[in-house]
């Protein structure tokens, strides 16, 4: 993608939660992801969650994941920060699956 074609807010989300559920269920097949896009972040930030047989991270009552709007609209162009939160990504979602991976077969 080119940073210096525009991409509105909701755009961007949807982005950011294609990006994040492709990235974790390599890890998990049954991960799910939220990517919270709530009033109070319109147009400035995001919040990613994610959910795994009733675990959340980051945990109720603690603060998402939180991704800034320019930082997705820069990053999601640049290999080394989508590499970086791929990896993030991933890191967490066998952290809640513990030994209970289930990885696709390619």
């Not at 994040?20 to 896009?37: C, I, N």
């Not at 919040?47 to 939180?66: D, S």
């Amino acid at each position: 993608m080119n940073p210096r074609i525009p991409a509105s807010y909701s755009e961007l989300g949807r982005w950011l939660h294609n990006f994040a559920t492709s990235h974790g269920k390599r890890e998990h097949l049954a991960v799910e992801v939220v990517v919270e896009t709530d009033e109070a972040r319109e147009g400035r930030a995001y919040g990613l969650r994610l959910i795994l047989e009733g675990r959340i991270f980051p945990p109720p009552g603690a603060p998402p994941i939180e991704l800034s709007y320019p930082e997705v609209a820069e990053g999601r162009s640049r290999f080394a920060w989508c590499e970086a939160l791929a990896e993030r990504i991933r890191a967490e979602v066998r952290r809640l699956a513990g030994d209970r991976r289930e990885v696709r077969s390619v």
